[in-house]
């Protein structure tokens, strides 16, 4: 048994995606072909093994890697009228 810890990267990842995506929100997630597929969050990321990030999603039997997750993005615009990007959800969603 390794008792390698993991990443300093991999504790961030699995922290934001917790922050930016709440259970219930629709994702779109890449499967082993490469067809995305909009998904519910059905949990909070982890990490197993010290080396991958999962996460439950509906329609998925078992856990998926929270990497295939596809990022989605909206322009907002603030008061002064600039627009910049924020993440959204698989509807386009601000998050």
């Keep these: 048994m390794s008792n390698k810890k993991p990443t300093k990267k991999l504790i961030e ?3 934001a995606f917790n922050k930016l995506y709440p259970i219930g929100t629709e994702l779109i997630v890449a499967d082993d072909f490469g067809v995305e597929t909009k998904r519910t969050l059905l949990s ?3 990490i197993i093994g010290n080396h991958s990030a999962i996460a439950k999603f509906s329609g998925i039997s078992g856990n998926y890697d929270i ?3 596809k990022m989605k ?4 615009t603030n008061d002064l009228g600039m627009t ?6 698989a509807n386009g969603v601000a998050v």
């Design 73 to 76: 993005m909206k322009y907002k």
């Design 13 to 15: 990842a699995v922290e």
């Design 44 to 46: 909070e990321a982890w």
């Design 67 to 69: 990497f295939r997750v």
């Design 84 to 89: 910049y990007l924020v993440p959204s959800d």
